[in-house]
């Protein structure tokens, strides 16, 4: 064989090999990309303590996620500054579809306009993955308050200016804000107690420390199934479903008046887009069982589900319209 060939196979050869080599040692690589999500726990903050709507509905959907896919998710409650703390570990966690949080109507659409200077932008920082429920907020009373009505509240308030005493958890949430736009509407004046979480305001109301208490269906529904408290007025446009005999806000002599807090899961800005996918079509999955449906629904929630698109218009949507109320309201955080 002529020397020249020789050279040229050798050289092939060697090409050969080196691009073999190549290909082995990218298949870790390879191996790695293709590993099915998720490959380890994925973490849910909760932005408020345990035992509130919030904590509640998460627990829910993804008990459900971790029975039907054996998913490990743990729940990690992060509560403090309206729930901006939590919101604000998620938005600087990686973007790799493991740390989720369930933000909701307060400090995702109220808290832009409310704090001077919110440490995460909503719509810049996050990403949506699924709306989970919606719930309108409760107007509630002791069993042995003398208000029946919100009427009986808007007469006394009006002889007794800054008198009767509102609970509501967290400043900027929507039942502070909703509080904020009954007084507002109604022309009456009430002394505001924020608390931290919803265990204590609801532990002073039923031992009358409070007149009243503000805060979502899935919240106050256990105890006033107990009959250890009222409900007298709901803040939604219509009835809810759990509360029938209640009446709105609007069939109380103020029309139009509609305030509810709904409740999503969202992804740091940048998470995968595969990763966002399975998400959203696993949580879709698991609110249209009926078992997770039921029990959303008993506990005063409303479910939603949707694509990724449609929470990102509700959200675009519902900053301005907030901001509108805490403009109107003067409510202000710094």
């Known amino acids: ?87 604000d570990a998620v938005a600087k966690a990686p973007a790799d579809g493991y740390t989720l949080v369930l933000g909701q109507t307060s400090n995702l659409a109220i808290n832009p306009s409310l704090y001077a200077k919110l440490p995460y932008d909503p719509l810049k920082d996050l990403v949506p993955v699924a709306l989970v429920s919606s719930s309108p907020i409760v107007v509630a009373v002791g069993v042995n308050s003398p208000y029946k009505t919100f009427a009986d509240v808007v ?8 008198t009767i005493t509102m609970g509501y958890s967290g400043n900027g949430t929507v039942a502070h804000l909703a509080s904020e736009l009954a007084q507002k509407t109604a022309g009456i004046d009430l002394q505001h107690v924020p608390y931290k979480g919803a265990a204590q305001a609801m532990t002073d109301l039923v031992s009358g420390q409070i007149d009243l208490y503000m805060s979502s269906v ?27 005999d209640t009446p709105t806000l609007a069939e109380s002599g103020y029309p139009g008046f509609d305030a509810v807090t709904w409740f999503g899961i969202l992804a740091p800005a940048g998470t995968p887009a595969d990763v966002l996918k399975t998400l959203n079509a696993e949580i879709n999955k698991a609110l249209r069982d009926p078992a997770v449906a039921a029990k959303l629904k008993s506990d005063g929630g409303d479910v939603i589900g949707g694509t990724p ?22 409510a202000t955080i710094d």
């Open 1 to 87: 064989m002529p020397a020249t060939s020789t050279k040229t196979t050798g050289r092939r050869m060697a090409v050969l090999g080196g691009l073999a080599l190549a290909a082995l040692g990218a298949l870790p690589c390879a191996a790695w990309a293709q590993t099915p999500y998720p490959a380890k726990p994925i973490r849910l903050v909760v932005p408020f303590p345990p035992g509130g709507g919030t904590d509640l509905i998460a627990r829910t959907v993804a008990q459900k996620l971790t029975d039907t896919l054996k998913w490990t998710i743990v729940i990690d409650n992060r509560p403090g500054a309206g729930g901006n703390l939590g919101v």
């Open 155 to 162: 007469a006394d308030a009006k002889k007794r200016p800054k």
């Open 218 to 244: 899935p919240t106050l529904l256990g105890q006033v199934r107990n009959q250890k408290l009222r409900a007298i007025a709901v803040t939604s446009a219509k009835r809810s479903g759990e509360l029938p």
């Open 309 to 330: 698109e449609q929470f990102a218009t509700l959200l675009k949507n519902e900053i301005p319209r907030w901001g509108r109320i805490v403009k109107d309201s003067g």
